[in-house]
């Protein structure tokens, strides 16, 4: 079992940035690529970014690339996402996630082994 808990979510102006935080807890940490994903009101699940197991291979989804950042720190096993330039349509809930193979988080996410509970953003016009 793998515990996923994300942080960081809040309230920010457009153009403003945030820095989401996912700790996990149980298994090998490094054994697990990681992803976010988000869900905005009324709207399906859309992959944000993945990132490999030992941080070195990174995949972002087209509305969030050259603004976001996935990176990971294994030593603490935590996984982080740097959003800058955020605008309105970024508002969703974020929820990190887990699984042995990035081919699964970044293509397949209904196979997806571990998610974690979520950390709402909010971001004002």
């Known amino acids: 079992q793998v515990q996923l808990v994300e942080s960081g979510g809040g309230l920010v102006q457009a153009g403003g940035s945030l820095r989401l935080s996912c700790a996990a807890s149980?298994?090998?940490?490094?054994?697990?690529?990681m992803g976010w994903f988000r869900r905005a009101p009324g709207k399906e699940r859309e992959f944000v970014a993945a990132i490999s197991r030992s941080g070195d291979i990174t995949y972002y989804g087209d509305s969030v690339k050259g603004r976001f950042t996935i990176s990971r720190d294994n030593a603490k096993n935590t996984m982080y996402l740097q959003m800058n330039s955020l605008k309105p349509e970024d508002t969703a809930v974020y929820y990190c996630?887990?699984?042995?193979?990035?081919?699964?988080?970044?293509?397949?996410?209904?196979?997806?082994?571990?998610w974690g509970q979520g950390t709402p953003v909010t971001v004002s016009s």
């Open positions: 996630a887990a699984d042995p193979l990035i081919v699964i988080v970044r293509s397949t996410p209904t196979a997806i082994d571990y």
């Open positions: 149980g298994r090998t940490f490094s054994s697990y690529a």
